[in-house]
C-alpha cells in the first residue's frame, strides 16, 4: 500500500540553525503533501499544503519565510525550519492527500528539540 | 516495523444508525491510542486511550481499548450527515528518551446519507 517516509524521526538542534524535514512518497506519486505541527492535548494544527512544482499554501498565522516548504517532485516534499528557536520544538508530522478510499498516507513525523 | 490497520476502508450508512469502526494494531512498548476526524483540514483529536477497557465517551461518540487483543473501536451512535469524515487512528509507542512517533492507519471514510 502507499507508503510516506519522513526522516529525521528525531532532531537536536541549536537555537540560530535549520532544520530539514523530509517526506517522500514511496509508490505513489503524492501531488499533494499536507505539513502538520502537533501541539500539546494531541491536536494536529495544518500548517501548510504543498503542490508539486508550485508555491505552497499557507494557513494563517505560519510563517512561510520561518517554514519553507519546497515539492520540487512528485515524490518528495520537503519542510525547512529556518532559524530555529525553543518554541519551534513541536512534532511535525505530513500526509498525502489521496483522494480514493484510501484516505490519508501520514509520515511517521518528526520530533524536533531546539536547544 | 509499527502497523496499524483500520476497517472498514469505506462505510455508507443511513442517519440514525449506529456504526463502529475497528482499529488493530502491532507496536512494540506500546503508550496510547489515538483517534481523529478529518474532514477538511487537520485532522480533529477525538480520544486518546491507554488503558484496556475504559469507555471515553464524548457525547454520541464513544471509544476503548482491547491492549491484550491489539484493538480499539470507535462508535458513533445515531449518526448524522455531519459525520460524515475519515476516521483515523494512530498508536504512539513508548520510545528512548521521550521520543516518539506516531503510526497511522489509512483512515476509514464514512458517509451517512439522510
Known amino acids: 500500500g502507499a507508503v510516506v517516509s519522513q526522516h529525521p524521526s528525531r532532531v537536536i538542534c541549536k537555537s540560530g540553525t535549520s532544520v530539514k524535514i523530509e517526506c517522500r512518497s514511496l509508490d505513489f506519486q503524492a501531488t499533494t503533501m499536507f505539513w502538520y505541527r502537533q501541539f500539546p492535548k494531541k491536536s494536529l494544527m495544518l500548517m501548510a499544503t504543498s503542490n508539486e512544482g508550485s508555491k505552497a499554501t499557507y494557513e494563517q498565522g505560519v510563517e512561510k519565510d520561518k517554514f519553507l516548504i519546497n515539492h520540487a517532485s512528485l515524490t518528495l516534499s520537503t519542510l525547512t525550519v529556518t532559524s530555529a528557536h525553543p518554541e519551534d520544538s513541536s512534532f511535525y508530522i505530513c500526509?498525502?492527500?489521496?483522494?480514493?478510499?484510501?484516505?490519508?498516507?501520514f509520515g511517521s513525523g518528526t520530533r524536533l528539540t531546539v536547544v | 516495523e509499527d502497523k496499524v490497520v483500520q476497517s472498514p476502508l469505506s462505510l455508507v450508512v443511513h442517519e440514525g444508525d449506529t456504526v463502529t469502526l475497528n482499529c488493530s494494531y502491532e507496536v512494540t512498548n506500546f503508550r496510547s491510542l489515538l483517534w481523529y476526524k478529518q474532514e477538511k483540514k487537520a485532522p480533529t483529536f477525538l480520544f486518546m486511550l491507554?488503558?484496556?477497557?475504559i469507555e471515553k465517551k464524548s457525547g454520541r461518540l464513544s471509544s476503548i481499548l482491547d491492549k491484550k487483543e491489539l484493538f480499539s473501536i470507535l462508535n458513533i451512535t445515531a449518526t448524522q450527515t455531519g459525520d460524515s469524515a475519515i476516521y483515523l487512528c494512530?498508536?504512539?509507542?513508548?520510545?528512548?528518551?521521550?521520543?516518539?512517533?506516531?503510526?497511522f492507519g489509512k483512515g476509514t471514510k464514512l458517509s451517512v446519507i439522510p
Open positions: 500526509s498525502a492527500g489521496d483522494r480514493g478510499l484510501s484516505g490519508y498516507t
Open positions: 491507554t488503558s484496556s477497557g
Open positions: 494512530a498508536v504512539e509507542p513508548i520510545s528512548g528518551a521521550g521520543s516518539y512517533q506516531l503510526t
